[in-house]
């Protein structure tokens, strides 16, 4: 951004995710002083400027007080698993061939919806004021490839997501059980989750907004 308008020019995302995360929508604020023409010319600009793996897909008015990070509501996430040979499982899939018991594993996670303290699932060392998130949606299910699982929350932790999948894995392979992940739940302890699964099989999949902040609900 501020290569293209030639001066310097803050941009906040809505998120951060672990280095190998990929995201297939994400948000950013940014404050510019640009004509509707000026907008729509920035957007093909960017995509020309940025690299393949990047792409400007919308650029919205929105009230001068919005903030990309803040004033997110919900936030969903969904973590691809093959447990065969895949060609694209080195970039977009954790390949686990363990056998696993997936009705375990659904059960677990819906364990998750009844939980708001998730200091287990966190890094250890953080900075952040609460570990408090509300879990609206976890679950997993079978894709062509292998299985997927899909969470929302209103907000996560770093790493969050990862380590439940990996605690999640310890389940359904049998190494913990419905009671164990109950207990990890409470202990509020690291060190009882699971390891925390591979970032390239993660994706940010949605960041939703109340309409109040765009100028034009859209």
Sequence with gaps: MSTLLGKQTALLAAGRTDTGVHAKQMFAHVDLEL????????????????????AITEIHSVKAEAHARFDAISRS?????????????????????????????????????SHTNFKCFSRSKTDVKTFDCKVTEAYWIQSDSGWIFHISANRFLRNMVRAIVGTLLD???????????QTILESQDRTKAGSSAPAHGLFLMKVQYPNTIFETNG
């Design 35 to 54: 004509n509707t023409a000026e907008v729509k010319q920035l957007k093909h600009r960017l995509n020309k400027f940025l690299p393949n793996d990047i």
């Design 171 to 181: 389940v359904g392979s049998g190494k913990s059980s419905l009671t164990d992940f």
């Design 77 to 113: 996430y969904a973590y691809h698993l093959v447990q065969h040979k895949y060609p694209f499982a080195h970039e977009f899939a954790y390949s686990f061939t363990t056998p696993l018991d997936m009705e375990a594993m659904n059960k677990a996670a819906k364990l998750l919806l």
